[in-house]
């Protein structure tokens, strides 16, 4: 059992643990998840053991103090928003809050209308969502993006009709970290009086979200992105101009309004009132060091290994994301290659489906390049060093990959691999 | 994913990694796959005229570490045998010996393409002796 110290030394408990592991891998994955922030851990242990009460329990003390921490807690994560306490609903992570925000606006307003709309390079929770809603009768729209992964508000004006209920559209990717405008896409909502949901999931904690100047009205975040635990989410339902109504997914005790039965998840919700502060508190400070490292990683690449191409927007991006494609290499073989670093990649060979990347399709990424793309996701826990040592194992791996590469060959040769006839298997 | 042991040693200390020159008359060229499908194999043997007995293999191949590692392996199998013992090189064997799950069985499915490939690219030459063909495999 752990046992947290008191220590001055946040990160202590965190780089001891990463110690102790066999062969410590440098941890380039943060779009996939975040550690928990050791300031997080402790603010949650007591709630898994003194102050173990049911929220909902009306009658004892117990339950007063766990209904006093979870107060606590959405009251932090409504400032760290731009929101008032009681727009947060909890939930259990943001496939759960997309599912409710999507489902929940379908069937409370589908006698307004039957038509969503959405792009093409959303996240699963919200196209599987999407896909379920059209056996349900609905429609839905999905909108390309440009070859950056950004919406273009025109395509989304073009797409509304008198019966569109919904617009969701993500914050930021989560494989090329590209960053919507928001502002623009809430306003064309609101002048319209048509919902607006965004999966923010990313953008939280590493670039300012108000709920105000992004004029959202649904709002899907989850803990363990930003240095929370896993299994708690929460949704943004917006009470005023216009109050939102969502049927629930989930029946039951009626916690969380009525939209959301099941007992609250105390520690879980602890932790990320906690993880809230700290994106409050640290922010400004953490996303820029976080770009700086971002360009060191890119540039020292860059600087040692040719062809290599950015896979999204160059500036309006996550701080922390850096997708590139190495032209001749596949992806697979490349993350093979570097043991000691944890990234992703949009290679096919790495996902269950053995399709490429889809989001990498929509910006018209080719799919050899999509093979060959590798996402590294930058955290707070990251250092320059850790980023020095993942330059020269990745640049190391490349050179030799490519030396084994008959396609690097053949381009070296002259040869222009667009106008060989390959087979196909 | 996990790789099996012999996959990673394959993977990192891939066998007969190089060219040949094409060009010979005694050099078979396979060139298989697809960039756009996530993996382009290129194998080559040296063939004695005389005996039909590969001499040398390499292999250069752009793909997963299963894909190498197939590759790797095939140019180990094909030195020393004949063309008509290398064209009894299954896959499955390629699937057995590196224990490939079901997802990687093509990888060795495009080894065993690139077998023959080469093979059949040896033979068109020596037959012929004309210059080689440009798009092997096409």
Redesign the interface.
Known sequence: MAKVEKSTNPFKVFSKVAASSERKVIYMDNHATTPVDPRVLEAMMPYFTTVFGNAASRNHAYGWSAEEAVEAARLSIAQMLGANPKEIVFTSGATESNNLAIRGVAEMYAEKGKHIITTAIEHKAILDTCKYLETKGFEVTYLPVDHYGQVRVEDIRAAVRADTILISIMAANNEIGTINRMAEIGTFAKERGILFHTDAVQAIGRIPVNVEDWKADLLSLTAHKIYGPKGIGALYIRRKNPRVRLSPILFGGGHERGVRSGTLNVPGIVGFGKAAELVRELLPEESARVLKLRERLHQGILAQVDEVTLNGHPTERLPNNLNVSFA???G??LM??IPDVAVSSG???TSAS?E?SYVLKAIGV???LA?SSIRFGLGRFTTEEEVDHTIEMTVKAVQRLR???????MAKEGID?KT?????? | MAYNDKVIDHFEHPRNVGSLDSKSTNVGTGIVGAPECGDVMKLQIQVNPETQVIEDAKFKTFGCGSAIASSSLATEWLKGKTLDEALTIKNTAIVEELSLPPVKIHCSVLAEDAIRSAISDYQKKSTTEETPLKKVGA
Not at chain 1, 403 to 409: A, K, N, Q, T
Not at chain 1, 420 to 425: E, F, I, R, S, Y
């Open positions: 001749y290499v596949e697979e073989a093979m290659s290679s096919a060979c053995l490429p080719g799919e050899d093979h030396e084994m590469s008959p396609l690097y060959e691999l060989v006839q390959w087979t196909t298997h």
